[in-house]
């Protein structure tokens, strides 16, 4: 299954005791539609207050129901800010995480003297201007397969640092911006941190070269403070053709 959601008010995708996360609200319908407790498995899991386009999640299941009922059915049981946006029957053989080829999020900010408003909780936000070809050579820098850590949220669970980053594209639409993140895999927080470095050279507090030393530390502290969660957006894994699922979110259109 595809799923989208709007992660402001749960405690991010992984299922905790509370039950106010997006894995325990999806699990909760689902086995109410199939008659039998679903337990699920994700591509990514995303933090609290970050949102998923495509997050692909995928589980066993003796029931037998035409692929459009797993659409409908669902999401006539889901809170308003999830949704499944489709379905398919896969071979055994495929694993919504490990199939995965890459990983894709998107940051969206405001870059507006005015905090926003009507997108409150969509966008993140800062107040200083921002210069495009300063964070576009520091991208540059980021690229190809490093050790991470000082990207690394201390509490990150991934065996190693070491990630290969695909591709960074940064672009702008009046005062709002968009960063685009393609990984093989990402550490936890490691966007985040991305980007509170990224912004501290595009408002002008370091120069584009200091983030080579940031990375050389390989040191959490060397780094800038973790940006906020709010315009982060999963948009979703790549997998290889011949699995024939989607390759791009429709809601991706939606996005600043």
Known sequence: MGISYHGGHYQGWQSQLSRQTVQDQLEDALSQFAGHKVSTLCAGRTDAGVHGLMQVIHFDTPVDRPVASWVRGPNALLPKDIAVQWAKVMPPEFHCRASAVSRSYAYVLLADPVRPSVDQGRVGWVYRPLQFEPMQLAAQWLLGEHDFSSFRASACQALSPVKNLLRIDISRRGAYWRFEFEANAFLHHMIRNLMGCLLAIGDGRHP????????????????????????????????DAHWGLPERASLIDGLP
């Open 208 to 239: 584009p070269e200091w983030i080579k030393e940031v990375m050389a530390a390989r040191d959490r502290d060397a780094a800038a403070p973790t940006f906020s969660p709010d315009g982060l957006y999963f948009l979703g894994p790549r997998y």
